[in-house]
């Protein structure tokens, strides 16, 4: 089993920046991908961004293209999403996920969930 624990979400206004972590602890073998996910109210989940298991591939929807950015420090097991240039539209709770079995970047098939973290931008 692999567990993550997101952090980070919070209120800000339109335009701020804000940082989530997730920490990842538990079977992840050899190495995982993990990428970021986000639900708004009423809609369904979506992917955000996506990084593989070295930390030098990035993918992202083109929502956030140019606007967030994923990494990961794998001493630390720790993945960041940073957001800048938030705008109300991203509000959402936002969810990071892992997989042990290796996909090709793109794919949003993820096999292991945190529990969330709230992100809300006032306008």
């Known amino acids: 089993q692999v567990q993550l624990v997101e952090s980070g979400g919070g209120l800000v206004q339109a335009g701020a920046s804000l940082r989530l972590s997730c920490t990842v602890s538990?079977?992840?073998?050899?190495?995982?991908?993990a990428a970021w996910f986000r639900q708004a109210p009423g809609k369904e989940r979506e992917f955000v961004a996506a990084?593989?298991?070295?930390?030098?591939?990035?993918y992202y929807s083109d929502s956030v293209k140019g606007r967030f950015t994923i990494s990961r420090d794998n001493a630390k097991n720790t993945v960041d999403l940073q957001m800048n240039s938030l705008k109300p539209e991203d509000t959402a709770v936002y969810y990071c996920?892992?997989?042990?079995?290796?996909?090709?970047?793109?794919?949003?098939?993820?096999?292991?969930w945190g529990q969330g973290t709230q992100v809300t931008v006032s306008s």
């Open positions: 538990g079977r992840t073998g050899s190495g995982y991908g």
């Open positions: 990084v593989g298991w070295s930390g030098f591939n990035t």
């Open positions: 996920a892992a997989r042990v079995v290796a996909r090709p970047l793109g794919s949003t098939q993820y096999d292991y």
